[in-house]
């Protein structure tokens, strides 16, 4: 799309570089449908001219070749080998202000060089190409490296396939810009990065430091900053053999319950997972066992395709598990919304509309949701498949399931279940008149609108009404704002936690099937035509997964599982092992992590995005399974971090600046500001306060005062004692609509749909939070006992996993002990992976 | 502005703002040549910039802040603004089916009824525009000349937190930015020691639905809202811990700087040197924030014109007074909350004796707001929105106590300043207050109009997601409402 320029118009083309992946900075002289002629088409054209029957305008399809070079009224858009004859030149060319495509008003606007472009594809006969990713991924062999001396092995193997000849310039301490070391190709990820990079002339940077490689990769992995005695381990280690010792760290970090932790967290962003209802009322709601759940099953290295099963469907597979069951919770991630006067239907409607999203955004990297109102604008999803896909997920009862936790603080709950038992009553005793006030007001006419159980109460004398009766009638009455109620609410969830186990939220199908049909526009009050269970035409089909089942039955939740996990479908592999590409580089192969469609970005590097793609599905064996897995996120993860495209330095340079400012084609690693709970769990490590607990019900660190008032109903925040004050942040509550704000402040997910991808903000409140939270004050107080017993230095090492340098010594040796702590918890780099 | 992936608006904000106000410690100069020690090219040297640092308009604009009056719950537009003879008269009455077949109301299943209330209220018109205002509000009343009063305001959503997310992002759906967010990120702030985009609160309890009303959705938390509280600090973590005293501050503050100006030579990294701004904003709001919350330099005569009593005291009219001098201080986008006006009848919201006394507290002061932009000249560049979520039911609903239920499709709302019209009644609903039968005014419309006095093109506002432009109009057509404008 964009020409090279000249000298003077860099600055204007690093802008454009910068917002466009790289590869398609030069365009080769054929013009290739997927690559140079779509994006334009769909950003410009589609949205009239494209899939949506309704929004056509002129009767014109630009998105089939069909479409695009027939005949109507005379007037042809496309004529292929001839541009001069195709109206659709003729439109986009013409100065008329009435004529001219896109229209105007439509903001879109065509550049000289598109124009050149789609003047070209057609006279060179036009050829249409089907979406690249509704394609299956091919496995390609990685390219050859020019200055590589081994021959790259298309299989990753454990252990370097290739290493580069001649003098690698080992990147010693302080030098974090060194100059580009020679190609090093670890396994083929680099091959195919390397090759890349020669076509722009740029090299790889040198490895990383060995204590910036054992952060990073620590926090990357586990999520945690490695201590002073693992880094000198390492560097020590390394210095027999630099490979083998990277090597073995891996496989002890993969091998760390910690990595469930840290992979756990990237999947319920997805899994948008939270432990409040959400909308006004926002109750808090029991579900961490499936969070558990998620930590477990990563740790164990579950098949992905497992993992999507048992989510999915868990409550379908035969003699399912109580774990199976506890999997579904997954789409019980949605809002349930308890305001009064709502219209039940409606919100259960608008959560199945957010599980066939999130389903579509997770798994497919599709926006299927845009089909829930009309057909897709830009991809070939019809409003009628959106509704099919929503038929496996309407038939669901939305049962809790109650599970015996041996995790759950018995006597600390109880004495707190004791001390709200006994503030509520006084509570009552004291407003006993307001009651009786509402009582004396019920009207016959209201008395017929209260629920059986109420108006059972009122019949009672109230001198003989028990605690939990008047408990009851108060929440009733008067008592839904205010202290009462936060006492309530509380008092409900701890008798539940200690009286009836731990439940939580799962799936379970009905055994009516409802009837669903298209509505239109996405209103539920508006049903068309009924529709069964299916699969979008565009994909591979459905029925390939049933197997020996009873094709006559209507396939459930389960054969959509299966369906998405098949080696069929072309989507699946490549959006997970983008969506995991991109948490170790900052940005996916495919940028638009959760647009595979055709408004998404094509991929920088499309044979690598498809060769991982494939190997993903191979299966490979792992320390953790007898026999080899395919899906293996383990050996995903192994294998791009030991790459040296994941290695190298992350320190910009010159020639970087010049070519490749967005860092598209990866000739350094990336410094990425940690994640939110991170932020937390490396302060709380370099304190020495962290509590390495697993699992177990969500804990309440202290919050700045006030905060819980901010939504319509007040709730309680009863700081956890003990080590759960200093739980990592992934076990923190979480309130959609109360978010705790030191996460908030650093882009934690707000659990109101799924995020596939975090916005790394930067921010003065980010600032505060880090300076004067008085959690945050906490871990510098414990930092500063460290400074003054085991001095600046260990401290510093502590925040930075490296030794500081004289200069940095000196501006903190001029602080007080405390402020010195505070000073090492705010560097950017203590809380940034370089 | 073209749509950006959030993350590129940042980083290409980093780009161009690279060295930006690191004039302190180590100059810029001298930052410079050390980059260029390591190879790393000098940034151009422009002026450099924070990431809320104002952008230009798509065209000329007429307006540069807005403060949003929100009546969370939803105002009786019937009991205040809409003088309905014909509903008193048939008080008691069942509504026509016509008006009534085929539409969806809150409550269905329990306390919706279908009668209609007449208002107990006393209407008279006011100002040279001759403006219906009902004796709640007294002090409205004596401003209808500086106000367009919209009567046909119309939504989508009835209950409350979906209809506070429609009036706030345009979408029912969460995950969208809220009107402050795409404003700040559209305009930015001229405001370098406090955030962009303020919210206050007053009433008994939090707007229901929440931190989301203010959110910035799929746009960078830069550009949020942030709530400054009366109690406490105003801004979350605003103060120093209180055994640091304000040296150990600032040098904690000049230690990371230098710390940080040291790994940015190191690494080149631009993400540095916003940081290093942000701690330096975020030093200054330690300044300016208590400065902005203490009112002790406010004449007794501008406390007398909002009707504050006692200056400490959380009240919707000190919020006024905040409002006003937080936009004097260039703050882009100012929402006052103020809870509990969901008058469905019953012991705790009805219309006899909650409504009045809401009335009681923001009447007074959202009138002496406008006039004091006015008198200060700042009602010009600013524009103030007054409403709710919705509106309520002509039907009343049968409790204890007289109310009414959620109404979507005729309510009102009222704008001054920033070039709308002064001194207009526009819309007309019917007999009954039900609907529009001339000029109704959609939220999107309303959007689109308040943008468009903003200079921003409410179709190029828009931000990357999903492979779609989103932005605060929505899909369907908006239109700018010319009848509004001045």
């Known amino acids: ?605 499309p044979e690598l995005l498809d060769w991982l793609a494939v190997e993903f599905q191979q299966p490979t064996a792992t320390p953790h399974s007898p026999s080899p897995i395919p899906y293996s996120l383990k050996s995903l993860h192994r294998l791009i971090v030991t790459s040296h495209t994941y290695r190298q330095s992350s320190a910009d340079r010159a020639d970087l600046r010049a070519k490749d400012p967005g860092n598209y084609l990866l000739a350094r690693q990336q410094r990425l500001r940690l994640d939110a709970e991170i932020v937390r769990d490396a302060a709380l490590a370099a304190s020495g306060l962290l509590s390495l607990k697993l699992g177990g019900p969500p804990v309440y660190p202290p919050i700045p005062d006030g905060v819980m008032g901010q939504g319509q109903v007040k709730r309680t925040w009863a700081v956890s004692k003990g080590e759960d004050k200093f739980r990592r942040g992934i076990y923190t509550f979480v309130y959609r609509a109360t978010p705790p704000p030191s996460l908030n402040v650093f882009d934690a997910p707000d659990g109101f749909s799924s995020c596939t991808r975090r916005i790394r903000s930067n921010t003065p409140l980010q600032a505060l939070t880090l300076m004067n939270d008085s959690g945050f004050f906490e871990f510098a ?54 | 502005m073209n749509a950006m992936h959030p993350d590129h608006a940042l980083r290409d904000l980093t780009r161009r703002h690279f060295f930006s106000r690191c004039s302190m410690g180590v100059g810029s100069i001298a930052l410079a040549s050390l980059m260029a020690e390591r190879g790393l090219a000098a940034a151009p040297a422009a002026k450099i910039r924070n990431p809320l640092e104002p952008k230009r308009t798509h065209f000329p604009a007429k307006a540069k802040n807005v403060i949003f009056l929100f009546m969370a719950g939803g105002p009786s537009q019937l009991d205040l603004f809409e003088h309905k003879p014909k509903l008193t008269e048939l008080n008691g009455q069942p509504i026509p089916d016509s008006y009534t077949a085929g539409k969806r109301f809150a409550f269905m299943d329990t306390s919706h009824r279908s009668n209609l209330l007449g208002s107990r209220r006393t209407f008279k018109q006011h100002g040279k525009s001759g403006a219906w205002v009902s004796d709640l509000l007294p002090w409205t009343a004596g401003i209808v000349d500086e106000i367009s009063l919209v009567t046909t305001c119309k939504t989508e959503l009835f209950n409350h937190a979906p209809a506070k997310l429609f009036m706030n992002t345009g979408s ?78 600032r040098q904690l503050v000049d230690a990371v700087r230098e710390l940080n100006l040291k790994r940015l030579v190191e690494t ?34 501008t406390l007398d014109l909002y009707g504050i009593k006692d200056a400490k005291e959380t009240t919707f009219a000190r919020n006024c007074l905040l409002a006003r001098r937080l936009v004097e201080r260039g703050v882009r986008f100012v929402q006052l909350y103020d809870t509990n006006w969901d008058h469905h009848g019953g012991p705790t919201e009805n219309l006899e004796k909650h409504l009045p006394e809401n009335c009681r507290a923001i009447d007074h002061p959202s009138a002496a707001l406008v006039r004091d932009l006015k008198q200060r000249g700042l009602l010009d560049d600013t524009i103030v929105i007054w409403g709710g979520e919705f509106g309520r039911t002509p039907m009343g609903e049968v409790r204890e106590s007289t109310g009414r239920n959620h109404h979507i499709d005729a309510f009102t709302m009222w704008l001054a300043g920033g070039g709308f019209k002064a001194g207009q009644v526009y819309g007309q609903t019917d007999e009954f207050g039900f609907g529009a039968v001339e000029n109704p005014v959609h939220v999107h419309d309303l959007h689109a109009t308040i943008l468009h006095q903003l200079g921003l093109d409410h179709e190029r506002l828009t931000v990357k997601s999903q492979g779609l432009d989103f932005r605060l109009t929505g899909v369907s057509h908006a239109s700018i409402v010319k009848g509004l404008l001045a």
């Open chain 1, 1 to 605: 799309m964009k020409r090279t320029s000249p000298l003077p118009l860099i600055v204007l083309l690093l802008a454009q570089l910068a917002a466009r992946p790289a590869a398609q900075a030069a365009p080769s002289a054929t013009v290739e449908f997927n690559r140079d002629v779509r994006p334009i088409l769909s950003e410009n054209c589609f949205a009239c001219h494209g899939p949506d029957k309704a929004a056509r305008k002129a009767d014109l399809r630009l998105d089939t070749r069909e479409g695009a070079t027939a005949t109507t009224d005379g007037v042809t858009a496309v004529v292929p080998g001839k541009p001069d004859a195709s109206e659709l030149i003729a439109r986009i060319l013409t100065t008329d202000a009435d004529d001219v495509m896109p229209p105007k008003k439509s903001g879109k606007h065509l550049t000289a060089a598109q124009k050149e472009t789609l003047r070209r594809w057609i006279e060179q006969g036009a050829d249409y190409q089907r979406h690249w990713s509704f394609e299956p991924p091919k496995r390609v062999t990685p390219p050859p490296v020019s200055g590589a001396t081994h021959p790259v092995v298309p299989r990753s193997g454990d252990t370097p396939v290739a290493e580069a000849k001649g003098k690698v310039s080992e990147n010693k301490g302080d030098k974090s810009v060194a100059a580009p070391g020679v190609p090093r190709i670890f396994n083929p990820i680099d091959a195919f990065i390397v090759a890349k990079l020669q076509e722009s002339k740029l090299k790889p940077s040198p490895p990383a430091d060995l204590h910036t490689l054992i952060r990073r990769v620590s926090l990357d992995l586990i999520g945690l900053p490695p201590t002073p005695a693992e880094v000198d381990a390492f560097v020590q280690a390394a210095a027999k053999d630099a490979d083998g010792a990277y090597r073995a760290l891996v496989d002890r970090l993969l091998a760390s319950p910690h990595y469930g932790e840290r992979w756990g967290r990237w999947w319920l962003d997805q899994a948008r997972y939270a432990d409040s209802n959400g909308y006004s009322i926002d109750a808090p709601r029991q579900i961490w066992k499936f969070r558990d759940w998620v930590i477990g099953a990563l740790n164990a290295d579950m098949g992905f395709d497992q993992f999507t099963i048992e989510q999915l469907a868990g409550d379908l597979l035969p003699n399912a598990t109580e774990s199976q069951k506890i999997a579904t919770g997954f789409h019980r991630n949605t809002q349930i919304n308890q305001e009064g006067g709502i219209d039940k239907e409606q919100f259960r409607v608008d959560s199945v509309f957010d599980r066939v999203a999130t389903t579509g955004t997770v798994w497919l990297g599709l926006t299927v949701g845009c089909a829930q109102c009309h057909d897709h604008k830009f991809d070939p999803i019809e409003q009628k498949e959106y509704y099919r896909l929503f038929a496996f997920l309407n038939n669901q009862d939305e049962p809790t399931l109650k599970v015996f936790d041996r995790r759950v603080d018995v006597s600390g709950l109880t004495a707190e279940f004791q001390d709200i038992e006994a503030k509520l009553k006084a509570y009552l005793k004291e407003h006993a008149d307001e009651l009786a006030k509402w009582e004396a007001g019920l009207t016959p006419e209201i008395k017929k609108s209260l629920s059986p159980a109420i108006t059972k109460i009122v019949a009672v004398p109230k001198a003989k009404r028990t605690f939990a009766q008047n408990q009851t009638l108060f929440a009733a009455g008067v008592g839904g704002v205010g202290p009462f109620r936060e006492l309530n609410d509380r008092y409900k969830e701890l008798d539940t936690l200690l009286n009836n186990g731990v439940t939580t939220m799962v799936m379970k199908e009905l055994p009516m099937p409802r009837k669903t049909t298209v509505f239109i526009k996405g209103d539920f009050t508006r049903p068309a035509d009924e529709v069964t269970p299916g699969t979008p035409a565009v994909l591979h089909p459905l029925n390939a997964e049933r197997g020996t089942r009873n094709t006559e039955s209507p396939p459930t939740r389960l054969d959509l599982a299966r369906w998405i996990v098949s080696p069929q479908n072309p989507l699946t592999a490549r959006v997970i092992v983008n969506r995991v590409w991109q948490h170790y580089f900052g940005r996916g192969l495919v940028e638009t992590e959760n647009d595979f469609g055709l408004q998404g970005t094509p991929p920088s590097h």
């Open chain 2, 268 to 301: 080149g990294d631009d993400e540095i040197s916003t940081r290093i701004n942000a701690y330096e904003m975020a030093y200054r709001m330690q300044t300016s924030a208590p400065e902005l919350m203490d009112t002790g330099g406010e004449s007794q005569a």
């Open chain 2, 172 to 249: 029912g759906q969460f995950g969208r930015p809220s009107m402050g967010s795409w404003v700040t990120y559209g305009l930015g702030s001229e405001c370098d020691d406090l955030p962009g985009f303020v919210v206050l609160q007053s009433g008994p309890r939090g707007p229901r639905g929440g931190a989301v009303l203010w959110g910035s959705g799929i746009l960078p938390t830069t550009y949020q809202g942030v709530p400054l509280r009366n109690q406490g600090d105003p801004i979350l973590n605003l103060s120093t811990p209180k055994s640091i005293n304000e040296v150990q501050q």
């Open chain 1, 781 to 834: 107080t414990a930092l500063e006992k460290i400074i003054q017993q085991d001095g600046l230095e260990t401290a510093f090492r502590r925040c930075t996993s490296r030794a500081p340098k004289a200069d940095e010594l000196a501006v903190l040796k001029k602080l007080d002990p405390l402020n010195a702590a505070r000073a090492l918890l705010n560097l950017d780099e203590t809380f940034t992976r370089e």
